[in-house]
């Protein structure tokens, strides 16, 4: 095995030639990974989908995963069928307390050192943290679920010294506290809410030699028990995010480090307060603490739909790397976010495209479990009763006071008030009544779900309509499992929320709901790959809830992986960018290199999965263009800034290009000798070997078209019109019987219409001209268009449209 390794990163070596940079050579095609608390471990599926991809590129991306840490013993079993071998271990507290080199319990009962791994990537609980918990959040130091997984991964982070580690959560966790303890550095300013003094003196320190050594930690302060200070220094002025997504930050200190010594003082333990008034500090100072190893950290904000997942998952990613373990002067923070940006995908697909078709089997299996006993039960438990009158709790008066338009959403309001029996999706009554909306849906789905969750989608709907969206129509979906006021109740089209462990996404145009399966393939994971054994619906759904959404971590971990590449090329040539590194040209551009615009030049914008006309309106820098939309497209004047060369495209021609004849096939009996014909267009020779088509004894023939030339469009038949897409499997077509006695001969169909739309009422055999003609410009979108019913001409001339 190891010689088979050896021949084949001798012959990745070899092939990375051609002035591309060697990363073998420095030894960046090599990871080992440690992950904890990542739920399905997205982080190690992800590098092997990128080992796997890369092997068939001919590079040997050597990839090893260490450890896992998980509590929940549903995902230990999940992570151990999918990593054989893996080491698993089961607290992340104990693991940080375990010293390096030391044994900590496994998920098994035994005994094992933690490893040491190049990167660490975790996702520390978010239960604290998240906005869903309302006065309930606690911070670090309450030392809840979140506070203890936080402060583990600082101590495992501490004792392992990982060279780069990447941390997870949602946007309302405590980052800037995160930061302060990695860094081991605490602004002033930062210690009481606003800024001000009030609880200052709760962060207490004890004497300890001739150093102060943090004893009591604080609500406020971000200090890790134990730390010594060091010193302070002066910091930058604060300066205030212009977006909300973005937290205040400080400009670094510029001043050195003064220390603080304890000799002189008289005492055990002292206090903040009394520290910064014996020694003269203030908002403009901050306090520096020793740590075994020197992190430096950067924040990125990450949203799931930017990297062609359709599902709106806002996170926060912080990169933590030591100092100087990527080179001296090299901008790591700056180089990591336009890499992470570089590797954004558009989306492609909506949310449908991600659903089990209704005869799948776990379709079959779900919906037969919601019939059964245990659905009856939940149906009767959740239904019974009347929850609009006399079992009403403060959810009843949330749907209500949405109903007035006192409710809702911030911006999400009813303009129009509902009245408060008005039901027109699900006619839902007290003890389960119910009057659906659509015959498609699930019904046994909509038994088991309670009054409150079927009120949500009426009045959802009723909003959707008052802004011209029919929800039976478009494809909405609601997270029906939260509050009225919690929910985004208009997404965006095609795109879910963000997917949470007990989540209940509907689809008022499907009738149903996402099923966990389907949770897990809308966060990014393979799941057909992957050994699924025997979670329920409810540990599925928790697992794609509690998941790093698989692309987003990819492009994550794979640009700290080129981050020594890009800043060594942007050494070499100052006027890279990222954006020569595109493969090819969207839309037909050249293969290997990206095309390149001017400014003013018109282009073709890609606005979801259609082509917008649109002009280039600046070149930037970085190789990305300023687009203004066009006149013809929908939203024409539009601005669009940064946008990268592959969604830009040029601009086909804008007279209408129609060509003399339609492609057709004719088989591999086709020779290739070629004779013009009379018309001009191009006929294969008569091949030796006869192709019937329909039993009809007829020969297939094979059409080449003429170059396309700009002509004026034909008149318009739309009483026989048929896609050019099936016209172009047929030559000739053979007279059929028919009562009809005038019109055309459709070669689609075979049969003759009565066309009251042609000048023409002669009854002479006509056949349609989509079986000689197809527009270019269909042929390069891939569109089906509908051409026009026109008499087939008796001259040898050729023919004009």
Request: proline share 5%; charged share 25%; with cysteine.
């Amino acid at each position: 095995a190891r010689a088979a390794r050896a021949a084949r990163a001798a012959r990745a070596a070899r092939r990375w030639r051609g002035g591309r940079p060697d990363a073998r050579e420095h030894g960046e095609l090599r990871l080992s990974m440690a992950t904890a608390c990542s739920g399905t471990d997205a982080p190690v599926v992800a590098m092997r989908v990128a080992q796997e991809a890369l092997a068939r590129r001919g590079t040997f991306f050597e990839f090893d995963h260490v450890m896992s840490c998980e509590i929940e013993p549903y995902k230990q079993s999940f992570i151990a069928r999918n990593n054989p071998g893996v080491l698993l271990f089961n607290d992340i507290a104990e693991c940080g307390a375990t010293p390096r080199g030391k044994s900590a319990t496994t998920a098994y009962g035994g005994l094992a050192a933690v490893p040491s791994a190049s990167m660490i990537v975790a996702g520390t609980s978010c239960k604290d943290f998240s906005n869903l918990k309302g006065k309930d959040r606690k911070s670090i130091e309450a030392m809840g679920t979140s506070g203890e997984t936080f402060i583990g991964f600082v101590n495992l982070l501490f004792e392992q010294q990982h060279d780069v580690g990447i941390l997870e959560n949602v946007q309302g966790a405590e980052w800037d506290k995160m930061a302060y303890y990695i860094e081991g550095r605490l602004p002033l300013r930062s210690v009481a809410p606003g800024g001000g003094g009030a609880k200052v003196h709760e962060l207490r320190f004890e004497v300890a030699g001739d150093a102060f050594v943090v004893s009591e930690v604080s609500e406020f302060a971000a200090a890790r028990l134990g730390a010594r200070l060091l010193g302070f220094r002066e910091v930058g002025a604060r300066h205030q995010s212009t977006s909300k997504k973005k937290p205040p930050f400080f400009e670094p200190g510029g001043g050195a480090l003064t220390p603080i010594s304890s000799a002189q003082f008289r005492g055990s333990a002292v206090g903040l307060a009394s520290l910064c008034e014996r020694f003269g500090l203030g908002d403009d100072h901050e306090l520096c603490f020793a740590a075994p190893v020197a992190y430096r950290t950067t924040l990125a904000y990450l949203d799931a739909k930017e990297w062609g997942v359709p599902q709106t998952r806002a996170r926060k990613y912080m990169l933590l790397w030591k100092e100087g373990s990527f080179g001296e002067g090299v901008e790591v923070a700056r180089r990591w976010h336009e890499l992470c940006t570089h590797l954004r995908c558009p989306l492609k697909y909506n949310v449908d495209s991600f659903l089990l078709a209704d005869e799948n089997d776990r379709v079959h299996r779900f919906r037969d479990a919601l019939r059964g006993p245990l659905g009856r039960l939940t149906a009767v438990s959740r239904q019974g009763g009347d929850w609009w009158g006399e079992q009403a709790n403060k959810d009843t008066q949330a749907n209500k006071d949405f109903r007035a338009c006192r409710g809702g959403k911030v911006g999400q309001f009813l303009k129009t008030p509902l009245a408060e029996l008005s039901r027109p999706y699900t006619n839902w009554g007290g003890q389960g009544q119910a009057s659906l909306a659509s015959h498609t849906w699930w019904s046994e789905l909509v038994s088991v779900l309670s009054q409150r969750q079927l009120d949500m989608i009426d009045c959802f709907g009723v909003k959707a309509a008052e802004l011209g969206l029919d929800p039976l129509h478009h494809s909405l979906w609601w997270n029906i499992s939260q509050n009225v006021g919690r929910t985004e109740n208009i997404p965006l089209p095609g795109i879910t929320g963000c997917i949470t462990p007990g989540g209940e996404h509907f689809g008022p145009h499907k009738g149903r709901s996402i099923l966990g399966y389907e949770k897990l393939l809308l966060s990014g994971i393979p799941a057909d790959k992957l050994l699924l054994g025997t979670e329920s619906e409810v540990q599925l759904s928790d697992l794609a809830g509690n998941a790093m959404v698989m692309p987003v971590v990819s492009a994550a971990i794979l640009a700290v992986l080129c981050l020594p590449a890009y800043a060594r090329k942007l050494a070499e040539d100052a006027k890279f960018s990222l954006a020569s590194l595109a493969s090819h040209e969207a839309g037909g551009g050249a293969r290997g290199g990206a095309a390149t615009f001017s400014e003013g030049q018109r282009v073709e914008l890609r606005c979801g999965e259609r082509w917008e006309p649109a002009n280039i309106a600046d070149v930037n820098e970085d190789g990305t263009y300023d687009v203004a939309l066009a006149a013809g497209a929908a939203d024409a004047g539009k601005m669009f800034g940064g946008v990268g060369a592959a969604h830009v495209r040029r601009r086909a021609s804008e007279g209408r290009v129609e060509a003399a004849s339609a492609i057709q096939r004719c088989g591999a009996g086709c020779s290739t000798r070629r004779r013009r014909s009379r018309r001009g267009s191009e006929r294969c020779a008569p091949s030796p070997t006869r192709f019937t088509r329909a039993r009809t004894g007829q020969r297939w023939s094979c059409l080449r078209p003429r170059a396309p030339r700009l002509t004026p469009p034909p008149p318009r038949c739309a009483a026989s019109a048929v896609p050019s897409s099936s016209a172009t499997r047929l030559t000739r077509a053979a007279p059929t019987p028919s009562t009809v006695s005038r019109g055309p001969i459709c070669a689609t169909t075979r049969a003759r219409r009565a066309c009251f739309s042609c000048p023409s009422t002669t009854p002479r055999r006509s056949t349609c001209s989509t079986s000689r003609t197809t527009s270019s410009s269909t042929r390069l979108s891939g569109a089906t268009t509908r051409t026009a019913c026109t008499p087939r001409r008796t001259s040898s001339r050729p023919s004009a449209g």
